[in-house]
């Protein structure tokens, strides 16, 4: 089964904020090996200087890569235009504004590598950054929000995660994702992150053309040793010490194996979810597609 991974921060000890070009393409091919064809490696918040250098490189390495590494689709911004009150484990002092000047300022000429931006969008005064970024092509995620209205973003960053619970009274951005059916949905079904129940109830309630299966993946999967990711020590494990979710030690590819073996969905809705909705949702370069869709 071929699959794409829109939201993922590295594995096999390599973090995708930090690793220098010989350890992102040795990712890569392992990445492809799993087949995993293609991802959005995700940045977490960092100051300008260091979220430029990341892009540089990853624009450098897109424009050279081999038939042998998994297709680096665009990056996945998720930590610079988030609400403070929700961070999950990423660092608030390098948090800034939603705006169009300050994204202009944190991407400089690497514009064009970007294909999704995680906005908290009550955040973005009168949806300016949300209508500027869809309009070029780049898909704005709602997540790490307090917000109850994704505004007009395209996509929620991994559902139920890093926004407001849903309940049995009232109305949230949880509860309307989930009912609604033109909004995309990140989702980590690896029943850590969202019980398996409510992934139950999801994959029930939700609009099958809306599903994203993403792996949040951390530097630890295929690792099984302690790491160190926004500053913090993640355990093998995936926490903190205070027991806070860092992200999955789990590939998209184990996850999918194992949700399909609890029955969450079968082989031919994987496909559907890790594959062809992705594909669907992002603007991909035509070399991109043709090269996934030609793998065996």
């Given amino acids: 089964m071929k699959i794409i991974d829109i939201h993922t921060h590295g594995g096999y000890g390599i973090n995708y904020n930090s690793?220098?070009?010989a350890q992102i393409r040795e990712l890569l091919k392992?990445?492809?090996?799993?087949?995993?064809?293609?991802?959005c490696p995700t940045l977490v918040g960092d100051t300008q200087e260091a979220i430029r250098k990341r892009l540089e490189l990853f624009k450098k390495i897109k424009a050279e890569q081999n038939k042998d590494e998994a297709r680096i689709l665009g990056i996945h911004l998720e930590?610079?235009?988030i609400n403070p009150n929700k961070p999950g484990i990423?660092?608030?002092?390098?948090?800034?504004?939603?705006?169009?000047?300050?994204?202009?300022?944190l991407v400089g000429?690497?514009?064009?590598?970007?294909?999704?931006?995680?906005?908290?969008?009550?955040?973005d005064d009168k949806s300016k950054l949300t209508k500027y970024l869809e309009k070029k092509g780049i898909r704005v995620h709602c997540g790490h929000t307090l917000s109850d209205n994704w505004g007009l973003a395209t996509g929620l960053t991994h559902h139920f995660n890093a926004m407001e619970k849903i309940s049995h009274r009232g109305e949230n951005i949880a509860l309307k994702g989930l009912l609604d059916k033109k909004i995309y949905s990140e989702i980590i079904s690896d029943g850590i992150h969202v019980s398996d129940d409510m992934l139950r109830l999801f994959f029930k309630v939700k609009a099958k053309s809306r599903i994203i299966l993403i792996s949040d993946s951390l530097p630890s999967a295929g690792y099984d040793k302690d790491i160190v990711f926004c500053?913090?020590?993640?355990?093998?494990?995936?926490?903190?010490?205070?027991?806070v979710l860092a992200g999955s030690i789990k590939f998209l590819d184990e996850i999918v194996e194992m949700s399909i073996?609890?029955?969450?969905?079968n082989s031919e809705e994987a496909k559907k979810y890790a594959y062809h909705n992705p594909k669907r949702h992002l603007n991909l370069d035509k070399k991109d597609v043709e090269f996934m869709d030609n793998l065996p």
Avoid at 30 to 39: A, D, F, M, S
Avoid at 90 to 105: G, R
Avoid at 231 to 243: A, E, H, L, R, V
Wanted: aromatic share 10%.
């Fill in 19 to 21: 690793a220098d070009e």
């Fill in 30 to 39: 392992k990445l492809l090996n799993r087949g995993i064809v293609g991802v």
């Fill in 79 to 81: 930590g610079s235009f």
């Fill in 90 to 105: 990423q660092d608030p002092s390098v948090f800034i504004k939603p705006t169009i000047e300050n994204f202009k300022k």
């Fill in 109 to 123: 000429e690497y514009e064009d590598i970007i294909k999704i931006v995680t906005v908290a969008t009550e955040l």
């Fill in 231 to 243: 500053s913090k020590k993640i355990n093998k494990f995936g926490k903190n010490k205070d027991g």
């Fill in 261 to 265: 073996k609890k029955g969450l969905f």
